[in-house]
């Protein structure tokens, strides 16, 4: 079982920076590779970023790809997400999730967090 708790939502203007962070309970967080998924009001969620288990391989949607870096420190059980040069497209709530695979697909994504909301005013 593990318990996920994000937090570093907020309101920013375009152009700026948030860094969101993913505070995982249980001991076996360093088996699960973290994603982070977002979802806007009226749309589907929809994936970021994906960190594998030892946080060497990461994977990006084409709309965060080269905006947002995501990270993990299993020694405090943590996953984080960059997010640089924001635009009102971001607004949505943010949520991070674990997988035993390195994937995408949130159908594979067992375990979920509560989700901050990110809102960026143009």
């Known amino acids: 079982q593990v318990q996920l708790v994000e937090s570093g939502g907020g309101l920013v203007q375009a152009g700026g920076s948030l860094r969101l962070s993913c505070a995982a309970s249980g001991r076996r967080f360093s088996r699960y590779a973290m994603g982070w998924f977002r979802q806007a009001p009226g749309k589907e969620r929809e994936f970021a970023a994906v960190?594998?288990?030892?946080?060497?391989?990461?994977d990006y949607a084409d709309s965060v790809k080269g905006r947002f870096t995501i990270s993990r420190d299993d020694a405090k059980n943590t996953v984080y997400l960059q997010m640089n040069s924001l635009k009102p497209e971001d607004t949505a709530a943010y949520y991070c999730?674990?997988?035993?695979?390195?994937?995408?697909?949130?159908?594979?994504?067992?375990?979920w967090g509560q989700g901050t909301q990110v809102t960026v005013s143009s």
């Open positions: 960190v594998d288990w030892i946080g060497v391989s990461t």
């Open positions: 999730a674990a997988s035993s695979a390195f994937t995408k697909n949130m159908r594979q994504y067992t375990y």
